[in-house]
């Protein structure tokens, strides 16, 4: 152990009461940092889940078509694609050729699903409402959302084996007063079919529960009179964060309109930012006080120990020695508030976890939805650290200018 580092002990245990409460402070300060962090990014990371599970990470949609002019060259002309006039043909019109060419060019591809979706009029024995089907390959579409996580009634089973079998959002299902084992009539582009009710899910989404139907390609090919093609494709990803840059580059590549999900949910994305940041400015504001108490306790100590300072520079000890020892003081402060919070704030957020919330709406959850990472630990000891370490600096610079002479003068300041 260092002289520098015995004599910053010996000086904090003279303002004890006062290093306790500075300490205490930092312990709160970095607990609530943690756990305030960890519910937000819980809450994001749900919203995120969910949007991925029910639409995937990359939607393939509408095809680009470049509009041709004729430009005369000495009594010719030509034809010359103008890409500020570009239109859009509905839907995809070749899906196994782009399934193809996506698997091939972007590693980061796990699966797609080809889906034929349509507006429809759905009618049962008590209530009609409108919907929107989702016309797909069970199998597929399994591999690029969490349908089989999401079913709350019935089975895949049956919807597989079924004739004429629809999954149906469980709001929907409430619209409608129906359940399992119901049937309903549907109806679009003019053509109408009885359809049965084998399963219920739940996404949490409500816009989605209470709207999607899902059924089988070849059932929703003739409800639609689609014979061929996919409205759209829906693509899951490896590498969520690299789905942006993917959508952008698989634009240019296949030519048809490719949005990711941070595009899609940019709004509510914005808006889980927005809270992480501002109670991240709250919660710092404790450890703030807290450094404001340690630099009014570090302040006393400069000025209570003038003599003692004085001495250990006639003993030989530097400016840099005095410095390191009210800095000393500062580093056992935040390291005893740092490991104690961190604590605290891993016990506050299992606490927080088993909390009952019923949620449903954008996500569903039952309890509070919280995030375990190591980055919200990093983040409370650097935001603790940099106040910390601010509020000691000071002081110590002020006792490392004192002089053995003016303190016998009684000329120190």
């Given at each position: ?20 409460m500075?300490?205490?402070?930092i ?5 609530f940092?943690?756990v ?24 393939i949609?509408?095809?680009f078509?470049?509009?041709?002019r004729?430009m005369?060259v000495?009594?010719?002309?030509f ?6 006039q ?18 091939e060019?972007?590693p980061n ?9 349509g ?21 597929d ?13 019935g ?38 079919g ?51 840059a ?5 634009q ?17 994305l ?20 807290s450094?404001?108490?340690?630099f ?7 000025l ?7 001495i250990l520079?006639?003993?030989?000890y ?11 003081q500062?580093?056992?402060v935040?390291?005893?508030?740092t ?15 088993q909390?009952?919330?019923?949620i449903?709406?954008?996500f ?12 919200h ?12 370490m601010?509020?000691?600096?000071i002081?110590a ?6 002089e ?6 009684g000329?120190?300041?």
């Amino acid at each position: 152990m260092s002289p520098n580092f015995r004599i910053a002990v010996r000086f904090l245990l003279a303002k004890k009461r006062s290093m306790v409460m500075s300490l205490f402070g930092i312990v709160f300060g970095v607990a609530f940092f943690v756990v305030t962090q960890a519910q937000t990014t819980g809450f994001q990371e749900l919203f995120i889940k969910t949007i991925l599970g029910a639409n995937g990470a990359i939607i393939i949609e509408d095809k680009f078509q470049n509009t041709l002019r004729s430009m005369p060259v000495e009594g010719t002309s030509f034809s010359v694609g103008d890409l500020t006039q570009r239109r859009l043909i509905a839907g995809v019109e070749n899906p196994e050729a782009l399934r193809t060419a996506l698997r091939e060019q972007f590693p980061n591809v796990v699966a797609l699903s080809a889906i034929v979706r349509g507006s429809v009029f759905v009618t049962g024995p008590m209530r009609s409402y409108t919907g929107q089907v989702y016309g797909i390959d069970l199998d597929d579409h399994l591999r690029v959302s969490n349908l089989e996580g999401q079913i709350v009634a019935g089975d895949l089973a049956r919807f597989r084996g079924e004739t004429s079998g629809i999954i149906m959002g469980r709001e929907f299902a409430r619209i409608l007063e129906i359940g399992i084992g119901d049937s309903v009539t549907i109806e679009a582009s003019g053509q109408s079919g009885r359809y049965k009710v084998v399963a219920l899910f739940e996404t949490g989404a409500k816009d989605v529960d209470k709207s999607r139907i899902f059924m089988k390609l070849g059932d929703a090919r003739s409800l639609l009179r689609r014979p061929f093609g996919a409205s759209i494709l829906q693509i899951m990803v490896h590498d969520r964060d690299r789905a942006q840059a993917d959508a952008a580059r698989m634009q240019q590549v296949i030519d048809h309109v490719a949005v990711a999900w941070q595009d899609r949910e940019k709004v509510w994305l914005g808006v889980f930012m927005a809270l992480r940041i501002s109670s991240a400015i709250t919660v710092s504001s404790i450890i703030l006080i807290s450094g404001l108490g340690m630099f009014n306790t570090l302040a006393m100590i400069v000025l209570e120990k003038t003599r003692e300072i004085s001495i250990l520079r006639s003993m030989g000890y530097t400016r840099r020695d005095i410095s390191r020892i009210f800095i000393w003081q500062g580093v056992m402060v935040l390291a005893g508030g740092t490991l104690l919070g961190s604590i605290a704030g891993a016990l506050l957020t299992l606490g927080v976890a088993q909390v009952p919330l019923p949620i449903r709406g954008i996500f569903k959850t039952d309890t509070f939805p919280v995030n375990w990472s190591g980055w919200h630990y990093l983040a409370a000891a650097g935001t603790a650290a940099v106040i910390v370490m601010v509020a000691s600096l000071i002081p110590a610079r002020r006792a490392a200018r004192l002089e053995p002479g003016d303190v016998i003068r009684g000329t120190a300041s």
